[in-house]
């Protein structure tokens, strides 16, 4: 073995070793954006949740929803209509959020959208992600509230 192999190979080593280092710090600072952030990103889907109710009301001119937090913080929606509710919690340990819907078939799972951490490029931000992508969260409460209340999940044209 040359020395010119052996100083490529400890290089290489190196430069292994410090992506492995920056990677695992990256993940750390995510981690700790998204526990910092998590109380702010329940607060917006709540938001978001009661906002599309009151909208809902407005337009149907009735309480076709009704909307209450538990004592436990979680958000509670029934459709007068149905006789079914939809439920969203929040697992700040986890920083998992949780939308159970008792009008979804039986086959259809809960939503679990997971709180993460990531760098814009320009600063630390947290979003929402199910299946691996990033959730439209006034979206995913629209097509619950639409199956809750016995539509599809999706306007026909």
Known sequence: MNDESAKQA????????????????????????????????????????????????????????????????DIRIWCAARAKQMTVEFNSKRLLITVKNSARLEHETDVVMRIQGYWTGTERDTRLIHSEQTVNIDLLILSELRVLTGMSRQRTA
Not at 31 to 43: G, I, N, Q, S
């Open 10 to 73: 400890a290089e290489e080593y190196l430069a292994t070793k410090l992506e492995e280092e920056r990677q695992a710090n990256e993940h750390k600072l995510n981690m700790e954006t998204a526990f910092t952030r998590a109380p702010l990103v329940w607060k917006s889907v709540k938001d978001a949740i009661f906002s599309a109710c009151t909208q809902w009301n407005a337009v149907t001119k009735e309480e076709t929803l009704t909307c209450k937090e538990t004592l436990l913080g």
